[in-house]
């Protein structure tokens, strides 16, 4: 089976109920699309459970991208015309709920927090697979080949796969369906608790993990994990006290 999860922010409690309902077999393989840090406290402790896993498949999500362009000297090389501001990108990743992930990293030795960096940098930034004979196009938040329509709001191609905000109005190529994280469902439907959106060739996986579980702080939307089997389109949701019970 083909599971698909993003936008895990650091709440091992919901990934962990995700993890006992799929029942991940070594033949199986789980897509995690990024965002496994920040907001809440576990996002370390997930990520190196993931980097043992051979099964499961992470890409690069615009947390991780902060984390590595604030703390990671050899990730902000990765282009020579980028200008970094270190101070900048390290109150950027602070305003998003990343000073829990540093602080957590603070607490390890140097050759865990190099293990760690080395195996963010080295993820890509989309997978394309087929399921079934149906292609899919699985991407933190949108398809890096569009940069060139979007160049003027980014500083480069990178920065634009893990940031950029997919909206309704914008058209997805004919020849796969769209998977992706980043900007959590309610923006585009309605559903309280939230659930995975399904549009137009595309599909939206960030139903907000990164929520408290008082939905009161989040203007009375109730957050969860979810997670999506692409081989019969089973859909699971991480149990959750429902804060109107």
């Known amino acids: 089976m083909v599971y698909i999860m993003s936008d895990i922010h650091g709440n091992k409690r919901r990934f962990d109920s995700i993890l006992q309902q799929i029942n991940l077999t070594h033949n199986d393989t789980l897509y995690i699309l990024g965002d496994i840090i920040d907001r809440h406290p576990s996002g370390v402790e997930i990520l190196e459970f993931i980097m043992e896993q051979p099964n499961i498949q992470m890409l690069l999500g615009n947390h991780e991208h902060m984390m590595l362009s604030a703390i990671d000297p050899k990730y902000r090389g990765y282009n020579a015309a980028h200008s970094y501001d270190e101070w900048g990108t390290l109150r950027l990743w602070y305003r998003n709920g990343g000073t829990i992930t540093h602080e957590a990293l603070k607490r390890l030795d140097n050759a865990r927090k190099e293990k760690i960096c080395e195996y963010l940098r080295d993820r890509p930034l989309y997978f394309d697979i087929e399921v079934n004979g149906m292609k899919y196009k699985l991407v933190h938040a949108y398809p890096i080949e569009f940069y060139g329509e979007y160049h003027y709001e ?87 006290k429902l804060c109107n019970e």
């Not at 950029?164 to 914008?170: D, N, S, V």
């Not at 900007?183 to 929520?211: A, F, K």
């Open 154 to 240: 980014y500083s480069d191609p990178r920065t634009f796969a893990v940031w950029h905000r997919y909206h309704k109005e914008e058209l997805v190529p004919e020849d796969y369906i769209l998977i992706f994280g980043h900007t959590p469902t309610e923006m585009y439907q309605p559903n309280n608790p939230l659930r995975i959106y399904h549009g137009n060739r595309v599909i939206g996986m960030d139903c907000g993990s990164g929520y408290e579980d008082d939905s009161i702080v989040h203007g009375g939307k109730q957050g969860n994990l979810a997670c999506l089997c692409l081989d019969n389109g089973a859909e699971y949701y991480s149990e959750e």
